[in-house]
């Protein structure tokens, strides 16, 4: 199943940020992430839901997106309005964050796809929507935590 594996590799490019990142927070808030993409992929893995219904770590609800959305509002008070399109990039950090962001929305197409030839629980994609979103303002959270000016187009 492609979507399935979309957010698997998903998982791997956040890893992959966590391990460049220099941040107790941003790693605490990226493994959580992770820990909810595996129960996303559960879901996937699992459309019957028999599985997943009995196993509370797998629940994908408003709490886990309103984690995510609270994060995306506390750094972006941070950040300056965006005015222009930023080119990906900075600090390895913040360019690994922006390649999983593009794997994110990867990953978010592919589970549209999927509930075109299956039932998917709707707020599935509410979550791929808003982690996207978290990890485009982590990655410009990152350049400016480390004085890197944002690239503009």
């Known amino acids: 199943m492609v979507a399935y594996g979309d957010v698997d590799e998903l998982n791997a490019a956040i890893g ?3 391990s460049l990142a220099g941040s107790a927070e ?3 808030l990226l493994a959580s992430v992770q820990r909810d993409l595996f129960a996303l992929a559960a879901h996937l893995a699992d459309p019957s839901r028999r599985v997943v219904s ?7 609800g408003a709490a886990r ?17 965006l005015r222009a399109f930023v080119l990906p990039g900075g600090t390895p950090a913040a360019a690994a964050l922006h390649l999983a962001r593009t794997v994110c929305r990867r990953a978010e197409r592919s589970v549209v796809a999927l509930g075109r030839q299956a039932e998917v629980e709707p707020r599935l994609l509410v979550y791929l929507n808003r982690l996207s979103d978290l990890l485009f303002v982590l990655a410009r959270h990152e350049n400016r935590r480390a004085g890197e000016t944002e690239d503009r187009w």
């Open 16 to 18: 992959l940020v966590r």
């Open 65 to 81: 997106i309103g984690r995510l959305e609270r994060a995306i509002d506390r750094r972006e008070a941070e950040l300056p309005p």
């Open 54 to 60: 009995r196993r509370a770590k797998a629940a994908i």
């Open 26 to 28: 941003l790693d605490r």
